[in-house]
C-alpha cells in the first residue's frame, strides 16, 4: 500500500500565528496535497492539486489533462532524452485557465528478468513522485511533483508516466563549466553552492535516504545571479532508502558527484575539500574519521573519473 501524506493548510496557518515570514515561506514550501485519480484503459496515479501554498490544477482539471495518457507525451515543446525504456520530454500542460511548464518522463516495461521483477513492484513514477513529496516535505528544494500516472496489466507494470515542474536553469556541470574568472566571485558562487549541496546530501542522510546517482547533470542550477543561485534535485530516481551498507552509500553520494566534475578546469581540490567539511559538520562525522574518509572519497572519485575516460576512449 502507498501512503502519501495529506497536509492541511488550515491547521498549519494557526500553528505559524507569531512567526516572521520567511518561516512561513518555508513552512508553505512544504506542503503537498495530492489526490488520486483513475483513467480510462486501467490507468490510474496520483496528482497534486496544492504545492507550495498555491493552487495547482484541481482534480476534474487532471482528470481532463490526463484523460489520454498514451498521447500524453504527443506535442512535446523539446525531448530532452529518447532511448531504451526511457522518454523524457518538456511540455506545457493548460486546461481551466491555468498553465505549467512540465517535465514528462514515461517509462515502459523492458525485457529481462530484472525488468521482469521490477514490473511487479511499485511503478517507477510513483516511486519518483513519492520521493519527490517527501524530498519536498523535508524543506529540500526539488522540481514540483505534479503527477504520477500507470497503468497495469494483470501484475505487470506496462507503463509509468512521471510529470514534474520544469525549472529554469542549468545543469551543474554545465555550470560549472562556465564559473567567473575573477577568484574572489568565483569562490563565493563555489562556497554557497558547496553549502547548498552538502545540505542536501545531509537532510537525506538524516531521513534515511540517499542519492544513488549523485552526478552533476542531475542538478539543476536556477537563478540568475550569484545572490539568487540555488541548486535543485530534478532527477528522484536516485533517491533511495539506505540498506544495511549506510556507511558505504553516505559517502557513495560524495564520490559520484566529484568524479562527475572532475577534470573541469574551474574546480580544485579545495572546493572538494570544503563540501566535504561542511557535509560532515552538518552530519556530525568525527574529526578524527575525517581524514581516512576523504581519502576514501578521493580514491574512489578518482577511480570512477578513470573508468568514464576509458569508456570514452574506447567509443571513439
Known amino acids: ?3 502519501v501524506h495529506l497536509i492541511n493548510c488550515r491547521n498549519d496557518a494557526a500553528r ?6 520567511s518561516d512561513i515561506e518555508a513552512l508553505l514550501s512544504r ?12 490507468w490510474r496515479g496520483w496528482v497534486a492539486v496544492r504545492a507550495a501554498g498555491k493552487e495547482r490544477f484541481s482534480k476534474s482539471d487532471w482528470i481532463t489533462l490526463l484523460s489520454e495518457p498514451e498521447k500524453l507525451l504527443d506535442g512535446a515543446q ?3 532524452k529518447s532511448g531504451g525504456c526511457s522518454v523524457v520530454v518538456i511540455k506545457y500542460l493548460a486546461t481551466g485557465g491555468r498553465g505549467v511548464k512540465a517535465v514528462m518522463k514515461r517509462h515502459r516495461r523492458g525485457r529481462g528478468v530484472r525488468e521482469f521483477f521490477r514490473s511487479l513492484g511499485a511503478p517507477r513514477a510513483m516511486r519518483n513522485f513519492i520521493a519527490a513529496v517527501r524530498t519536498s516535505q523535508y524543506g529540500l528544494p526539488v522540481a514540483a511533483p505534479l503527477a504520477a500516472v500507470y497503468r497495469r496489466i494483470f501484475l505487470f507494470c ?3 508516466i512521471y510529470i514534474s515542474e520544469y525549472v529554469d536553469g542549468v545543469h551543474l556541470h554545465e555550470f560549472l563549466k562556465n564559473l567567473p574568472r575573477d577568484k574572489k566571485e568565483r569562490y563565493w558562487i563555489m562556497s554557497r553552492l558547496s553549502e547548498q549541496i552538502a545540505e542536501i546530501f545531509a537532510v537525506l542522510d538524516k531521513k534515511g535516504l540517499w542519492h544513488r546517482d549523485a552526478k552533476a547533470t542531475n542538478f539543476i542550477v536556477s537563478g540568475h545571479s550569484p545572490a539568487e543561485y540555488r541548486v535543485v534535485l530534478t532527477d528522484m530516481d536516485g533517491i533511495k532508502q539506505y540498506s544495511v551498507r549506510r556507511k558505504s552509500c553516505q559517502m ?3 564520490w559520484q558527484l566529484a568524479a562527475s566534475v572532475m577534470g573541469l578546469p574551474g574546480i580544485s581540490r ?4 570544503r563540501m566535504f567539511r561542511t557535509y560532515c559538520e552538518k552530519t556530525g562525522i568525527p574529526v578524527e ?9 578521493i580514491r574512489r572519485a578518482q577511480a570512477k573519473h578513470r573508468h568514464k575516460q576509458g569508456n570514452q576512449v574506447a567509443e571513439l
Not at 31 to 38: G, P, T
Open 31 to 42: 506542503l503537498v496535497e495530492i489526490s488520486e485519480v483513475r483513467m480510462p484503459g486501467g
Open 289 to 297: 574519521h575525517r581524514r581516512e574518509l576523504l581519502r576514501e572519497l
Open 16 to 21: 505559524i500565528k507569531w512567526v516572521g515570514m
Open 270 to 273: 579545495t572546493d572538494y575539500l
Open 252 to 254: 557513495r553520494a560524495l
Open 158 to 160: 506496462e507503463q509509468s
Open 1 to 3: 500500500m502507498i501512503i
Open 78 to 80: 523539446e525531448t530532452l
